[in-house]
C-alpha cells in the first residue's frame, strides 16, 4: 500500500504521495490512513464544478484534480478577475478544500500558472516566462533532457528556435509551448453545452424562504420569454439550478411538448415537478444563486390573439400534454409509430408523443382485423393442445384459464427478419375465437420435421 | 352533436368487463371515445393492465378501423397516477375524449374521483370513459353504465372468426332507459356498431334498412332509433 495523497501536515512530517504506507507509520506513528477512492473524488469534483458553475456557465473538468472556468466577460459581474477569483477561493476554503486558482488568457497557461506559478493573474504570454520546464506538463523524460540542456525556464525556452525543439522534443512540445505562451489559443469543452438563453438572480444574503421560490422563478421566466419572444423562439427544455450558499445545486429540468413562452405554464410545469421530487427543493442555509437556462429552443411563430380572449383548443392540448409529461416523465405520454415492416414485434411501436401522421398499411379485404388491438410483450408461452401438429389449437390454457377454439384462421406465416436475428425461428400466426368469444393471437414459434427445436406455442396480443 | 348516441358528450361513462374481456371492454370503449368526435383522445392505462392484458397496438388500432395517430397513450405507473393522468385530460379542452382502464377493485375510484372526473368533463366538453376491469360497480357520478362481454362472432370462410362481436347491457343510464342488452358487432369500415339482428335480417343488402344507433360516427340517427333496431334479448 502507498500514499495516493497526503494532507498538508503530512507533508511537513515528509509523507509524500509515492511512500509505502510501513514507511509512512515509522516515520510518524499515528498518521490517519483512508483508502483512496479515485471514484469519490471524481464525484466531488463534478459536484464542485456544478456549484462553480454560479460564476459561469463554461466549466471544464480538468482531472484528475482541476477545473477549468471560462470566465471571459463574467468578471465584472463579480467586482473584477481578481474579486472573482478571491470569492472563488473563499469559497472553496469554506468548503475545507484547499485550491489554487490562476487566472489566463489561456486554458493550458492558467493551469501552468496555478500549479507553478503560485497563482496568479496574467495579462498575456510573458507571465509564463518565469515558469519552470515542469510547466510544459510533457513528461519526466523531457523535463530531465531540457534540464540538462541547461533549460531551466520556460522563458528560456522561448529564446530558441522551435524548429530546434521540435527536431529534439517532437511537435507536441512545441504546441504546448505556444499555448502557455499564449500564440496558440483552445477552447475548454464545458460539462454542459451552452444554454441558448439564461437568466439568473444572485442574492446578497442568502435566500431562505421556501415559499418564495415561485416569486423568483416567475420573474426569471418573464425576463427569458423576453429574450425567446424577440428571437421569435420558445423554450423545449428548461433547466432550473438552486444554488445552495453549503455548495449544493439543485437541478429541476423541465421538458415541453411544444415551444413554450408564456410564464404562467412554466410555472405550472415547475409546481407538479417541484411537488414530485422526492427530495423536496430545501433552501437549508439559504440559495445564493437561481438561474433558468433555455437549453433547446424551437422557432414559435408570435402566437394569434383569439378575439374573445379565449384558449385556443390546440394551445390547451399542448398544455395538457406537457402536464401529463411533468406528472409521468416523457417515455410514458406516447404516440403510435407505424414502422415498414411484416415483423408483428416491430410493425409497429410507441415513441415519446408528438403529432405524427403514420403510414399506416391498408387494409386487407374482409371484416375482421388482422392484429390485435393488444399486444402482448414479450408473447406468454401457452399450453396448447392441436389436433394435427402443423393445425391450428383446439384447446389451450392461459392464466390457469381453459380456453376451448371455436373459431380459427391461419396460420399466417410470418419468418423472421434474417439480416436482424438469423436464429429466430419462425412463426404460424392463428386467430383465434374461444366458446365465449374471445379473441386472441397465437402463434407456434419452429417449424415441424425443419427445425429440430420442439415448437412452441406463444400468445401474442388480444383482439377486441 | 349526436343527442342519440348513447354516450353523451362531456359525461363520464363506465364500462365494466371481466379481467379477461379486457380486450373486449378496451375496443368497446376506443370505438365509443373515438366516435363522440373527431379530436384526439387520450388512453391511460395502468402497468398493471399492460402486463395483464398487453399493450395498446398502432397496427391493431389501424386494423380495428381507427387513426393511431388520434390517440396519445400515456402508461401510468400504478392507479392514483392513471386517475390524476385521466383527470388532466379530463380537463383539457383539445381532447374529445379519455379512455381510464382501472383494474382490480380499484380503490382510488370512488364517488369523489368519479365527480371530480365527470365535473371537469362537463366544463371542457371531453368524454370520459373509465374501463373498469374486475371492479364492482359502486355509487359514482358516471351518466351511464355498461357491462360489456365478448360475444361469438359470426364466422367467415372455413370458420374463421369474424368481425368483433360483443354482449352488452346497459345497466344504468341517467336519462332512463336502462336494464336492455344489445348483442352489436363492430363494423370497421363504417365504424359504428352494427345490431346483430338487424344484419343477419339484410344479409343481401347489409347497409340498407337498418340504423346504427350506436354509431360511432357523427351522423345522426332519426329520433326513435335508439333502442328500436336492437334486438332485445334481456
Redesign the interface.
Known amino acids: 500500500m502507498r500514499i495516493v495523497a497526503a494532507s498538508r501536515a503530512a507533508h511537513a512530517c515528509g509523507l509524500t504521495p509515492g511512500l509505502t504506507l510501513a514507511d509512512a507509520r515509522a516515520r510518524a506513528g499515528d498518521v490517519e490512513a483512508l483508502p483512496h477512492d479515485p471514484k469519490g473524488d471524481e464525484r466531488a469534483l463534478d459536484l464542485l464544478a456544478a456549484w462553480c458553475e454560479r460564476f459561469t456557465p463554461l466549466v471544464a473538468l480538468d482531472a484528475p484534480l482541476g477545473l477549468m472556468l471560462d470566465i471571459t466577460g463574467c468578471g465584472h459581474l463579480f467586482g473584477g478577475e481578481e474579486a472573482l477569483r478571491d470569492t472563488l477561493g473563499a469559497a472553496l476554503r469554506r468548503f475545507g478544500l484547499s485550491a489554487r486558482a490562476a487566472i489566463a488568457p489561456t486554458p493550458d497557461l492558467a493551469r501552468a500558472l496555478a500549479r507553478f506559478g503560485g497563482g496568479a493573474i496574467a495579462q498575456d504570454g510573458a507571465a509564463a516566462h518565469a515558469l519552470p520546464v515542469a510547466a510544459l506538463e510533457a513528461g519526466e523524460h523531457t523535463h530531465l533532457a531540457l534540464q540538462r540542456a541547461g533549460l531551466k525556464t520556460i522563458g528560456d525556452l522561448a529564446e530558441r528556435p522551435s524548429h530546434i525543439l521540435t527536431a529534439r522534443f517532437g511537435a507536441d512540445t512545441t504546441r504546448k509551448l505556444a499555448r502557455l505562451l499564449c500564440c496558440e489559443d483552445t477552447r475548454i469543452t464545458p460539462r454542459r453545452p451552452l444554454p441558448e438563453c439564461m437568466v439568473e438572480r444572485h442574492f446578497p444574503e442568502p435566500f431562505l424562504h421556501q415559499q418564495a421560490i415561485e416569486a423568483v422563478v416567475a420573474p426569471l421566466m418573464t425576463q427569458a420569454a423576453d429574450i425567446l419572444e424577440r428571437r421569435g423562439q420558445g423554450g423545449r427544455l428548461f433547466s432550473l439550478s438552486f444554488f445552495r450558499s453549503d455548495g449544493v445545486v439543485r437541478v429541476v429540468r423541465i421538458e415541453t411538448a411544444a415551444p413554450l413562452r408564456a410564464t404562467e405554464n412554466f410555472m405550472r410545469l415547475f409546481r407538479l415537478k417541484a411537488e414530485k421530487l422526492a427530495d423536496p427543493l430545501d433552501p437549508g442555509f439559504g440559495f445564493d444563486a437561481i438561474r433558468l437556462s433555455v437549453i433547446a429552443v424551437e422557432t414559435m411563430p408570435e402566437a394569434e390573439q383569439r378575439l374573445d380572449g379565449g384558449?385556443d383548443?390546440?394551445?390547451?392540448?399542448?398544455?395538457?400534454?406537457d402536464?401529463?409529461v411533468a406528472?409521468?416523465g416523457r417515455e410514458?405520454?406516447?404516440?403510435?409509430?407505424?414502422r415498414d415492416t411484416h415483423d408483428?414485434d416491430r410493425?409497429?411501436?410507441?415513441a415519446p408523443?408528438e403529432?405524427?401522421?403514420?403510414a399506416?398499411?391498408a387494409?386487407e379485404e374482409?371484416?375482421?382485423?388482422?392484429?390485435?388491438?393488444?399486444?402482448?410483450?414479450p408473447p406468454l408461452p401457452v399450453d396448447v393442445v392441436a389436433l394435427a401438429p402443423d393445425g391450428p389449437p383446439a384447446q389451450f390454457r392461459w392464466?390457469r384459464?381453459l380456453h376451448i377454439v371455436?373459431?380459427?384462421?391461419g396460420p399466417e406465416r410470418v419468418a423472421p427478419e434474417w439480416w436482424r436475428n438469423a436464429d429466430a425461428p419462425t412463426r404460424d400466426y392463428y386467430?383465434?375465437?374461444d366458446?365465449?368469444?374471445?379473441?386472441f393471437w397465437l402463434f407456434r414459434e419452429g417449424l415441424y420435421e425443419r427445425d429440430s427445436m420442439q415448437p412452441r406455442w406463444m400468445l401474442h396480443?388480444?383482439?377486441? | 352533436m349526436n343527442d342519440f348516441s348513447p354516450f353523451s358528450p362531456g359525461r363520464l361513462h363506465e364500462i365494466h368487463a371481466a379481467g379477461?374481456?379486457?380486450?373486449?371492454a378496451?375496443?368497446?370503449s376506443?370505438?365509443a371515445a373515438a366516435g363522440v368526435s373527431e379530436?384526439?383522445v387520450l388512453l391511460v392505462a395502468p402497468d398493471f393492465g399492460r402486463s395483464e392484458?398487453?399493450?395498446?397496438?398502432?397496427?391493431?388500432?389501424?386494423?380495428?378501423?381507427l387513426?393511431?395517430?388520434r390517440?396519445?397513450?400515456?402508461?401510468?405507473?400504478n392507479e392514483t397516477?392513471a386517475l390524476?393522468?385521466g383527470l388532466?385530460?379530463a380537463?383539457?379542452?383539445?381532447?374529445g375524449a379519455v379512455v381510464i382502464e382501472l383494474w382490480r377493485g380499484a380503490s382510488g375510484y370512488d364517488l369523489t374521483a368519479s365527480r371530480r372526473l365527470a365535473l371537469a368533463a362537463e366544463t371542457s366538453g371531453a368524454t370520459i370513459f373509465v374501463a373498469a376491469l374486475d371492479t364492482p360497480p359502486a355509487p359514482s357520478a358516471a351518466q351511464t353504465r355498461w357491462r360489456v362481454?365478448?360475444?361469438?362472432?359470426r364466422?367467415?370462410a372455413?370458420?374463421?372468426?369474424?368481425?368483433?362481436?360483443?354482449?352488452l347491457r346497459l345497466e344504468r343510464d341517467r336519462s332512463g332507459l336502462s336494464g336492455q342488452t344489445f348483442d352489436v358487432e363492430?363494423?370497421?369500415a363504417l365504424r359504428c356498431f352494427i345490431s346483430r339482428a338487424s344484419r343477419a335480417g339484410a344479409a343481401a343488402a347489409p347497409l340498407s334498412g337498418f340504423v346504427d344507433a350506436l354509431s360511432a360516427g357523427r351522423t345522426a340517427p332519426p329520433a326513435q332509433s335508439f333502442s328500436e333496431p336492437f334486438a332485445r334479448t334481456g
Open positions: 384558449v383548443a390546440q394551445t390547451d392540448m399542448t398544455a395538457a400534454i402536464r401529463l406528472r409521468l410514458r405520454v406516447l404516440s403510435f409509430i407505424a408483428p410493425a409497429s411501436g410507441l408523443y403529432k405524427r401522421a403514420g399506416w398499411p387494409h374482409g371484416d375482421a382485423p388482422a392484429r390485435p388491438l393488444r399486444m402482448i410483450e392464466r384459464a371455436a373459431r380459427a384462421e386467430r383465434v375465437e366458446a365465449q368469444g374471445r379473441r396480443g388480444l383482439f377486441a | 379477461v374481456d379486457c380486450a373486449a378496451f375496443g368497446f376506443v370505438a379530436k384526439p392484458a398487453g399493450t395498446p397496438s398502432g397496427a391493431g388500432l389501424h386494423e380495428y378501423g387513426d393511431p395517430d390517440f396519445i397513450f400515456a402508461a401510468a405507473r397516477q390524476q393522468a388532466e385530460g380537463r383539457c379542452k383539445g381532447l362481454a365478448p360475444a361469438l362472432s364466422a367467415l372455413a370458420q374463421a372468426p369474424g368481425a368483433p362481436a360483443f354482449h363492430w363494423n370497421r
